[in-house]
């Protein structure tokens, strides 16, 4: 339903996958943003066992993904991205590492977005990310296992955009993190332990 296929413009593609079992669909139909010289800069590395991804860049045709940087590297056993991105001049950046049944989910529909994303140091955890505000930028860098982030961003924002920095050193966390309104909303958390349950919301 998701075909390996691709239509557009200034596209490079560059996908390694390593090991047994692994499971690919891909499919964008891109056009180029203004102020960028690219449709679509793909890089995708998977190393390990099982690993599935699923990629849609404005798979449908409609001509509305323009300019996006996707660079996903995935590193043990089962782990697997759903990524959906709409929008114009994103950037999608994810590392995962250390272990198995990692994940990343992420809907993007947004109009200037950046998204650094790296999970290291075990195995099981997981992100999942739905993007719809018209900015927004998240910097999210955990080092520990089974960790879980659900971020949410949405609302027209404001000057900015919505911004969220966290940085985590420990293992069974949970953070839900919901940003939405009118105004730009800032979080920046640092964390250092285990088995804390976090739980924000921000927006006007």
């Known amino acids: 339903t998701t075909p390996a296929r691709m239509t557009g413009d200034a596209s490079a ?29 793909l890089t995708y590395y998977v190393t390990g066992n099982n690993g599935a991804a699923t990629f849609n860049f404005n798979n449908t045709g409609t001509g509305t993904a323009a300019s ?11 782990a697997g991205i759903v990524l959906t991105m709409t929008g114009s001049k994103n950037s999608f950046t994810a590392v995962t590492s250390g272990g198995a049944s990692n994940s990343i989910t992420a809907t993007i529909n947004a109009d200037d977005t950046v998204n650094n994303i790296s999970m290291t140091g075990g195995a099981s955890n997981t992100l999942t990310q739905t993007t719809t505000s018209n900015k927004a930028t998240n ?41 939405s309104g009118t105004v730009d909303n800032t979080l920046n958390i640092l964390s250092t332990g285990s088995g804390n349950v976090w739980n924000v919301a921000q927006g006007q």
Do not use: E
């Open 68 to 78: 996006n940087l996707i660079d996903v590297r995935q590193t043990g056993n089962n």
């Open 139 to 179: 910097n999210i860098t955990t080092v520990g296992a089974s960790n879980g982030i659900t971020l949410t961003q949405t609302g027209t924002a404001g000057v900015d955009g919505h911004a969220f920095t966290l940085n985590l050193t420990g293992s069974s966390n949970t953070f839900t993190v919901n940003q």
């Open 13 to 41: 593609v560059d996908i390694r996958q390593i090991g047994s079992d692994n499971v690919m669909n891909l499919g964008f139909n891109v056009t180029t943003a203004a102020g960028m010289g690219y449709g679509i800069d």
